[in-house]
């Protein structure tokens, strides 16, 4: 996105010669990145949280309250994949472009939805299964 966005730039104000992909091909390429990028960041437990209620409760309640998010997660996701992955046959079936002055197929990307939807859901299973069997000492905390 940087090199894209940088040519843009140097060629807009430099040569004063814009382009008509510069801007689109941007958006193009952030969409997905910004998507699979989500089952990552679950992995590594860098999504912002809300945890102000979490903080006080004991670690079994904790743990309990993480199983019932990652439950919402699932449900979510399976939700989300039930309306992504029909938009992204039709997109596929129609061969849907941008319709700009560039006009790029946009079907490719319109599938990144349901992928990083796939991804997203089992990396929270794998999530659930983690905290499900994690071992706890008689203090509480995780081994």
Known sequence: IVPVMLYEVISRYLFNAPTTWGMELALLLFGPYFLLGGPYLLHLKVHV???VLRQRLPPAQGRWLDLFNLI????FFAILLYY???LAIQALEFRETSFSA?????WPFKF???IAVVLMGAQSLA???RV???DTDPAG???
């Open 127 to 129: 999530e659930f299964l």
């Open 132 to 134: 499900l069997f994690r």
């Open 112 to 114: 990144a939805i349901p």
């Open 49 to 51: 949280n809300l945890d």
């Open 141 to 143: 905390s995780s081994l």
């Open 84 to 86: 992504a992955w029909p």
């Open 72 to 75: 919402l997660l699932m449900l």
């Open 102 to 106: 560039w006009n790029p197929p946009i």
